[in-house]
């Protein structure tokens, strides 16, 4: 009779696996939140790392080692899943920066469309640019 209870909960557990498995969905936050903070601290090569490699290059010219570009905050207002296994994301945020030598704020709202490919988040559409 054990066998027969310890069978029966074997096949509830493995009934509810597929339930359990993670989606893309999942990890999409540490991505965002890694990518925002390396434009913060002013890290463009290791945010660079986050754009598919068709806006790579852009997003280096728009933001150079030594650029004239300081970003204070980035605050995410929030993202949309697309596609059956939600491996799709346009994500929506506001920038908060400046460029040298002035030290006036300036705001921008920034529009990313993501892709989660070969188990990663990548940016898919081009990095606007900072007026």
Do not use: H
Not at 49 to 70: L, V
Not at 76 to 95: K, L, T
Request: glycine share 4%.
């Amino acid at each position: 009779m054990k066998r027969v209870y310890l069978l029966l909960l074997v096949l509830c557990i493995a009934s509810c696996s597929p339930a359990l498995r993670p989606t893309p969905a999942d990890s999409f936050g540490d991505s965002n939140q890694e990518f925002s903070l390396r434009l913060a601290w002013q890290d463009y090569r290791s945010a660079a790392s986050f754009m598919d490699s068709e806006y790579r290059q852009d997003f280096q010219d728009k933001f150079p080692d030594r650029g004239d570009i300081r970003v204070l905050e980035i605050r995410p207002e929030g993202v949309e899943f697309e596609g059956p296994e939600q491996d799709r994301a346009i994500s929506w945020s506001s920038i908060d920066y400046y460029r040298l030598p002035s030290n006036t704020l300036k705001s921008l709202k920034v529009r990313l469309e993501w892709a989660y490919r070969n188990a990663v988040w990548q940016i898919v559409s081009p990095f606007p640019d900072l007026p």
